[in-house]
């Protein structure tokens, strides 16, 4: 069994930053890559930021220069430093894996955590 667990959400000022964990635990052969999504009211979920096994990442153009995706490998943890935070960042942000656990490859979700940019 697989579990993400995200936190670090909250209500945050424009302009503010927050920094969003994913603890991933559970019976994981490997791990190809890890992700951010998020989704708002009303909207279609996106990708935000992804790393790779190798190391390589990619960010949706909206959020280049303002957020960044890293990991740790030793704690199976994935971060979001997410900084110049705006109002249209407003979202449920969910943290997601592709991996193998005792069966083919397969796209694990954490609960997801909220995340409101307002004056």
């Known amino acids: 069994q697989v579990q993400l667990v995200e936190s670090g959400g909250g209500l945050v000022q424009p302009g503010g930053s927050l920094r969003l964990a994913c603890a991933i635990s559970g019976n994981i052969f490997s791990i190809f890559a890890m992700g951010w999504y998020r989704q708002a009211p009303d909207e279609q979920r996106e990708l935000v930021a992804q790393?790779?096994?190798?190391?390589?990442?990619n960010y949706t153009d909206s959020v280049k220069g303002r957020f960044t995706i890293s990991r740790d490998g030793p704690k199976n943890t994935v971060y979001l430093q997410m900084n110049s935070l705006k109002p249209e960042d407003t979202a449920v942000y969910y943290c997601q894996i592709r991996a193998i656990s005792g069966g083919p490859p397969a796209d694990y979700w954490g609960q997801g955590t909220q995340v409101t940019v307002s004056s």
């Open positions: 790393i790779t096994r190798g190391g390589s990442t």
